[in-house]
């Protein structure tokens, strides 16, 4: 199994980006997948999650209305959309299936 991230990068204040994790080995529509982040000098944490068996899509309350978690069967990988993006967002973000994990990918919210 092999998660992917990539999409990182630097974004001003109120910006967009779209994380991506390609998965191989492991299909994205058969597990729960899950993104985490990781702040500097802070614990991970959960950020998204989408719940294979219904179907339903979870937030943590700091990214709920801003961030959306997505999957493509056809491609194998797993999203996440940021929009309105805050410092507060910066971190090293990481994709999760079945207790599979990605090298993350790094994202910094500054002006």
């Known amino acids: 199994v092999q998660l992917v991230e990539f999409g990182g990068g630097l974004v001003q204040p109120g910006g967009s980006l779209r994380l991506s994790c390609a998965a191989s080995?492991?299909?994205?529509?058969?597990?729960?997948i899950g993104w985490f982040r990781q702040a500097p000098g802070k614990e991970r944490e959960g950020v998204s999650c989408?719940?294979?068996?219904?179907?339903?899509?979870y937030y943590a309350e700091s990214v709920k209305g801003r961030f959306a978690i997505s999957r493509d069967n056809a491609n194998n990988t797993v999203y996440l959309e940021m929009n309105s993006l805050k410092p507060e967002d910066t971190a090293v973000y990481y994709c999760?299936?079945?207790?599979?994990w990605g090298q993350g990918t790094p994202v910094t919210v500054s002006s």
């Open positions: 080995g492991i299909g994205v529509n058969h597990y729960t």
């Open positions: 989408l719940d294979i068996e219904y179907d339903k899509t």
């Open positions: 999760t299936i079945m207790g599979n």
